[in-house]
């Protein structure tokens, strides 16, 4: 195999992100090599120093040999099954965030995906852009105060709240550490799919909606959630963010 790992030698600095004084080093697993030439060209635009893997196995060792700042991660590998591979990087306690590259997939392995940390996602055939967009949110969340040493309530309080200033980047960090922290818990996945219903994705808001469903099917505000959103001929009516929020 050809090899891909290449590097930049300059600094990162792009929208809010602090990152001037540390190199941000990113690792891909993806087997398919244009897509890994895709990602690793737009990366290195912005200055990341990159480092790939065509399996999980390779990759899983360079994560034991190196830290990084952030792993970009094919959730179909022919070496591993998608939630195995989470579910061991979790057992080793590797908290590395998690981009997720994945095609539309099954609604089943996502929620199993989401329920392990990996909350973002990123499909194949996305644009360069928006790639480094997403990249460069996910970089930005450590400059969130506090926010590793908030307990589940709390984050699901920021979480509502950052919703209703529209500041959904930041509802999305406070719903992916909620998640970590009770993976069996409805709210978060009803707040995922309101955020996605305001970003007028409503099909990714029903998915997160019956996600929520599927958890408990008694949680009231995905119910309605669900019965409002089906509605099309009335936008105008709040989301229902549990215990009396609505955005």
Request: negative net charge; glycine residues 2%; proline residues 2%.
């Amino acid at each position: 195999m050809k090899k891909e790992e290449e590097s930049g030698a300059k600094q990162v600095e792009r929208g809010e992100k602090k990152m001037t004084d540390e190199t941000v080093n990113i690792l891909i697993v993806d087997d398919e090599a244009e897509m890994r030439k895709v990602l690793r060209d737009a990366l290195q635009e912005e200055n990341y120093l990159i480092d790939t893997a065509d399996n999980f196995r390779t990759g899983f060792k360079k994560i034991e040999q190196q830290e990084y700042d952030l792993i970009l991660l094919d959730l179909k590998l022919p070496d591993i099954d998608e939630i195995e591979m989470l579910e061991k990087m979790r057992e080793e306690n590797i908290m590395t965030p998690l981009l997720i590259i994945t095609d539309y997939g099954s609604i089943k392995s996502n929620v199993k995906a989401m329920k392990l940390g990996a909350v973002d996602y990123l499909r194949k055939s996305c644009d360069p852009e928006d790639v480094k967009e997403q990249v460069a949110e996910i970089l930005a969340r450590k400059d969130i105060e506090d926010f590793d040493q908030a307990d589940y309530e709390t984050l699901i309080l920021k979480a509502k709240d950052a919703i209703n200033e529209r500041n959904f980047d930041l509802a999305h960090s406070f719903l992916k550490r909620a998640i970590i922290m009770a993976e069996n818990h409805a709210e978060p996945f009803n707040l995922l799919g309101a955020i996605a219903e305001k970003k007028n994705d409503k099909e990714k808001a029903m998915r997160l909606y019956r996600a929520s469903l599927d958890i408990d099917p008694t949680y009231e505000p995905a119910q309605d959630n669900i019965e409002r959103a089906s509605q099309f001929n009335d936008r105008s009516e709040q989301a229902n963010l549990g215990d009396n929020y609505r955005s």
